[in-house]
């Protein structure tokens, strides 16, 4: 049986165009349940998480924590005109942080919607 859950994520840039800090207070953090993709008997499976973006494309840095570990950050850039973005969560993630990254320092566009999904199979 499919579990899922979704929000949005917050307005407001996190990073500027170098990937510098402007504010955490924007950002997002998820502490989840545990993929256990290894087949140990728990009640979680596999875990895949999403972002869609309507309007204008966003890009979004996104970094996960092991439970020991931050894993180096990623920029996902999210299209606006294609199916949402969708990556499975190596097993044993924890935390999920996101933030809204400035494509470029004449970017302006930071309360586009943007939402996500926390989905476990």
Do not use: C
């Not at 800090?21 to 256990?36: K, M």
């Not at 990556?87 to 996101?98: E, F, S, T, W």
């Amino acid at each position: 049986m499919a579990v899922f859950q979704l929000g949005e994520v917050p307005t407001g840039f996190v990073f500027n165009e170098n990937g510098g800090l402007i504010h955490y207070r924007y950002g997002l953090l998820l502490a989840i349940p545990q993929p256990n993709q290894a087949g140990a008997p728990a009640p979680w499976g596999d875990a895949y998480f999403s972002l869609g973006s309507s309007w204008v494309d966003v890009r979004l840095k996104v970094q996960m924590h092991d439970g020991t570990n931050w894993l180096p950050a990623v920029d996902w850039d999210v299209n606006q005109g294609s199916s949402r973005y969708t990556k499975k969560l190596p097993q044993g993630i924890q935390k999920i942080h996101v933030g809204r990254v400035k494509k470029s320092s004449s970017d302006v566009v930071d309360d586009n919607p943007v939402g996500w999904l926390l989905e476990y199979v």
